[in-house]
């Protein structure tokens, strides 16, 4: 394998390198990695059993979607620095608690990026501008349906289909215990 | 927005684009997005309830992890073919039956990569040879571990997790009835 090349970034966000591999015709064929500073994926869920999802346009899909709130980190950030920042300007809330629901690679066949997820409790209204591109409206959800949904297929998003299983799961097993 | 420009591209997979957004400031910031042919995600299924789970070197983490047979589309080809040529590909074995368990977005913010996730069963081994840079050993796990580890973490793969807790569900469902 030959070094890496970076061919494109964003401007605080991930890159694209590519690499030659060498094929057993002694070929070289070129793969595309991205390189990604992570991100972090939230369940804000209210005392009423409400998940505050969004409604979100999404450029790639052309089309608006329902997911989880979630985020780019920095670089450097500090993922519950991170966590904090994004609920604040993607919910309009602050949670004072964030339980570990452990960690996803989105995509890696192509991209080393990881996300951690977070179920975040205690909410209170306290928002954060969001970023100049974002369409996003937000609406809260009884658990129970997001469930079905990510089962049934309705949910399509990845990251979200994971986030909601498992912080379900750990709402069950805590209340068994 | 402006038209989109091609950055790169792979032989005969994704390609990368950039659009021109422009800022409230005036300023132009160009976003990537990843145009992809989509993908195929199984969960191949033994008479004996294992599934056929697939240790694979993964280039962009430099790890091996677990994850279920999976594969790109070609731009042209069927779902349904595609998903028996690549299940032959990675697990060896070839399915009578497909069940389908819904699609997923891997990575809605920066790519239009679909997923259609396949409940796999009546496995045969009738392998086809493996792509010059794929490295994976195949190893069968009982379908309720997997769920376990899912939803506690030790699955990390996104597409995995969504796939093995639907399969899950299905069965449950279908065995309910």
Chains 1, 2 share one sequence.
């Not at 452990?102 to 969001?130: N, R």
């Not at 949904?149 to 309705?154: N, Q, S």
Request: aromatic share 6%.
């Amino acid at each position: 394998m030959t070094k890496s090349k970076t061919i494109w970034q964003t401007t605080n966000g991930w890159r694209l390198e590519t690499v030659d591999l060498q094929r057993p015709d002694g070929q070289l064929e070129q793969k595309g990695i991205v390189r990604h500073p992570g991100a972090v994926v939230l369940v804000p869920l209210t005392a009423a059993g409400e998940v505050l999802m969004l409604h979100q346009y999404r450029l790639a899909l052309d089309r608006e979607i329902i997911e989880v709130p979630a985020g780019t980190r920095g670089w450097e950030e500090d993922w519950l620095l991170c966590a904090q920042r994004e609920l604040r300007e993607e919910s309009g809330h602050r949670a004072d608690h964030f339980i570990e629901l452990g960690d996803l690679w989105p995509a890696p066949g192509v991209s080393d990026e990881l996300m951690k997820l977070f179920l975040a409790t205690e909410l209170t209204p306290d928002p954060l501008p969001q970023d100049f591109d974002e369409d996003i409206s937000v609406r809260p959800y009884p658990l129970p349906e997001l469930v079905t949904m990510a089962l049934d297929g309705r949910l399509q998003d990845a990251k979200s289909v994971a986030a909601i299983l498992r912080a379900h799961h750990h709402l069950e097993a805590s209340n068994n215990q």
